[in-house]
């Protein structure tokens, strides 16, 4: 598992064949912001390692974003407290907990970015390099999960608080699909 520790002390190579310190680079990147969240509702563990895959991302070092945004998933798993164990199984039991909450989709995505880490972190072909667009992949199914698991339940609760107190009607915040996409 990449931790912070690891990723200080890391040196990787980048694309251009030059060897960093991966803090080194990352700390020179700008802050990606994750406020397209509704405030508080996404935890700062998890917000931080979006924000390092990110910056390991727009640093060109494929492998340290796709590592990082598998060690949010599991960060995500060890926050609601599921039994420890392999992250394949903690993946399952947090799904478990958070039941019909989640489509079968959002299973489908925390463990294509446990798959990709684990490419990385454990790898079995040793002249194997990720691409951007596996790292961007990750990154993009991380969204996704943080949507899902932090980002949606909160807004749906807001809505559901304005309809209760009577500031929002449900009919004034549905639009109508256009004709195109219902095809």
């Known amino acids: ?46 917000a931080r390692r979006y924000e390092d895959a990110q910056k390991a991302m727009n640093a060109g070092l494929w492998e340290q974003a796709i590592g ?33 909450e989640l489509p079968e989709l959002v299973k489908s995505m925390a463990h294509r970015i446990r798959d990709g880490g684990n490419d990385v972190l454990h790898p079995s072909d ?14 993009q199914l991380l969204r996704a999960v943080i949507e899902w698991l932090y980002a949606m339940p909160a807004r749906l609760r807001e809505a559901e608080e304005a309809v209760e107190g009577g500031r929002m009607t449900l009919t004034s915040t549905v639009e109508p699909l256009p004709p195109e996409t219902l095809d």
């Open 126 to 139: 040793l002249d194997w390099t990720p691409t951007s667009e596996e790292a961007e992949e990750s990154l």
């Open 68 to 100: 990082t945004a598998r060690t949010a998933v599991q960060v995500m798993c060890r926050l609601e407290d599921v039994k420890r164990g392999r992250l394949v199984d903690e993946i399952e039991r947090l799904l478990e907990k958070k039941g019909a």
């Open 1 to 46: 598992m990449i931790t912070a520790g690891v990723l200080s002390s890391s040196t990787v190579k980048r694309p251009d064949g030059q060897s960093h310190r991966f803090r080194d680079v990352v700390e020179q990147i700008p802050s990606p912001s994750i406020d397209v969240y509704p405030q508080g509702v996404v935890p700062p563990a998890v």
